[in-house]
């Protein structure tokens, strides 16, 4: 399904994404950024704390690590209560992706994994590949929410698009 390198490239586009959200809400108060906005998981802070949430969660999965925290997705949008640890612990979080991502074993992304699922709950089974693409296409889904939630809050927001983002290879 996917590739090492699709991987790779997922985790860089998620570390520049929120690096430019996060940098935009910086922009907004306390206020602002907890305002209920009728997104699912109602405001800018709380939709920032779900996706983290999720990601650890699935980070915990795929290494074995700890578990956050929250142990539902309601309970994820309160995880981090203060701003500069919410940012704090999503650039941790990125760049544990990133070196995850930079050493993944591409006979480990073809094997099948098997969790209990809160959400189900039931034990699944399924390709590593997809729920690797699920993690990333879950960050993007809720940014997408996050970038609307801004654009509406009057910040200004510039491209989200994946052929946009600076290669490494371009100054």
Do not use: C
Request: cysteine-free; hydrophobic content about 40%; aromatic content about 10%.
């Amino acid at each position: 399904m996917i590739e090492t390198g699709y991987v790779r490239t997922m985790a860089a586009y998620n570390r520049w994404q929120n690096d430019h959200l996060f940098g935009i809400a910086d922009g907004l108060d306390d206020a602002a950024r907890r305002l209920e906005r009728g997104a699912f998981f109602g405001s800018i802070h709380g939709t920032l704390n779900h996706i983290l949430w999720a990601d650890q969660v699935w980070m915990s999965r795929f290494t074995d690590g700890p578990m956050p925290p929250a142990k539902t997705p309601a309970e994820s949008t309160g995880q981090h209560g203060e701003w500069q640890a919410l940012r704090d612990a999503r650039a941790a979080m990125d760049g544990e992706l990133e070196a995850w991502a930079a050493k993944l074993d591409p006979a480990w992304l073809r094997a099948d994994y098997r969790w209990f699922s809160g959400s189900q709950q039931r034990e699944v089974s399924r390709p590593r590949s997809l729920l690797v693409a699920h993690m990333f296409n879950h960050q993007t889904h809720h940014r997408g929410q996050v970038h609307a939630m801004l654009t509406a809050a009057g910040a200004r927001t510039s491209d989200t698009d994946l052929a946009f983002m600076r290669l490494p290879s371009e100054p």
